[in-house]
């Protein structure tokens, strides 16, 4: 399965943005998806996940309450909208399939290119 992700943009903080993640290749209508951010420097961490069916999501905690994940497995696609942002949330973010549950990204993979988010102060 081939992901990509798209929507990133430079926004201030406050602001919103909703994060979109297209599947081609295979349907991940069965697979659980997750999207994790990278900031400069920094390791890979979780945002959040959700199962197949879409009935359970997995937050971080630094992201709960602000940040929600969703699916539409007609579209094959995965969505994260993001309210009420934070400077400190300026990653680049990825989505992946994997194992719902794990906030391990080695329990993911099919990684894509990534979308940048800028949060300005």
């Known amino acids: 399965v081939q992901l990509q992700a798209s929507g990133g943009g430079l926004v201030p903080a406050g602001g919103s943005l909703r994060l979109s993640c297209a599947a081609s290749g295979r349907a991940v209508s069965r697979l659980g998806m997750g999207w994790f951010r990278q900031a400069p420097g920094k390791e890979r961490e979780f945002v959040a996940a959700i199962s197949w069916s879409g009935s359970s999501t997995d937050y971080a905690e630094s992201v709960r309450g602000r940040f929600t994940i969703s699916r539409d497995n007609a579209k094959n696609t995965v969505y994260l909208q993001m309210n009420s942002l934070k400077p400190e949330d300026t990653a680049v973010y990825y989505c992946?399939?994997?194992?719902?549950?794990?906030?391990?990204?080695?329990?993911?993979?099919?990684w894509g290119q990534g979308t940048l988010v800028t949060v300005s102060s």
């Open positions: 992946a399939v994997g194992r719902y549950g794990s906030r391990w990204y080695g329990n993911f993979d099919s």
